[in-house]
């Protein structure tokens, strides 16, 4: 059974800084593409960031490209967003989700057939 769990999330002001942990069991997230999305009230969820399993090349979204970071730790079996300059534009509730449909983009929430429960992140100006 996989299970994805996220925490971290929290109440930050303006230009705070926050460190997402994804925390993966039955599934290796080494050898899985791993991604971040968020949700804000009222709007549909968005792609945040993306590691691909193989090298651990990057993608973001331009919104947050230079502020946030993904990581793996493959010890830990977990994944991270750390996440600096934080706007509150940032609010959301934040999804990690294990990209399993490789003939989809990592950008499409459709990609990835496991997700976590979400951790609200709220960014105070």
């Known amino acids: 059974q996989v299970q994805l769990v996220e925490s971290g999330g929290g109440l930050v002001q303006d230009g705070g800084s926050l460190r997402l942990s994804c925390a993966a069991s039955?599934?290796?997230?080494?050898?899985?593409?791993m991604g971040w999305f968020r949700q804000a009230p009222g709007k549909e969820r968005e792609f945040v960031a993306f590691i691909r399993r193989n090298g651990g090349a990057t993608e973001y979204a331009d919104s947050v490209k230079g502020r946030f970071t993904i990581s793996r730790d493959n010890a830990k079996n977990t994944v991270y967003l750390q996440m600096n300059s934080l706007k509150p534009e940032d609010t959301a509730v934040y999804y990690c989700g294990a990209h399993s449909r490789p003939w989809l983009s990592s950008t499409n929430e459709r990609a990835y057939a496991y997700w976590g429960q979400g951790t609200q992140v709220t960014v105070s100006s």
């Open positions: 039955g599934l290796t997230v080494s050898t899985y593409a």
